[in-house]
């Protein structure tokens, strides 16, 4: 689950998987399972960094 995760706990969680997985020595079962974890993480940081664009632009528009 992400819902209590920060932003930058959630990058650093899917640097270490991508770190482990480009090692190729994890078996095939746990890969795909930190596959899954990964995507999920992506996911999740993908919409915080959506949220934070919107949130900006609203700001800049109350702004000018």
């Known amino acids: 689950m992400t819902d209590d995760l ?3 706990q959630a990058i ?3 640097e270490e998987i991508v770190k482990a997985l480009e090692c190729g020595k994890m078996p095939l079962a746990d890969a795909v399972k930190a596959f899954e974890r990964g ?3 992506r996911k999740f940081c993908e919409q915080k960094l959506k ?3 919107l949130k900006i ?8």
């Not at 632009?57 to 000018?64: G, I, P, V």
Request: glycine share 0%; charged share 40%; hydrophobic share 35%.
């Open 6 to 8: 920060t932003f930058e």
């Open 12 to 14: 650093s969680e899917l």
């Open 39 to 41: 995507a999920e993480l």
């Open 51 to 53: 949220d934070a664009q």
């Open 57 to 64: 632009e609203m700001l800049s528009d109350k702004s000018e």
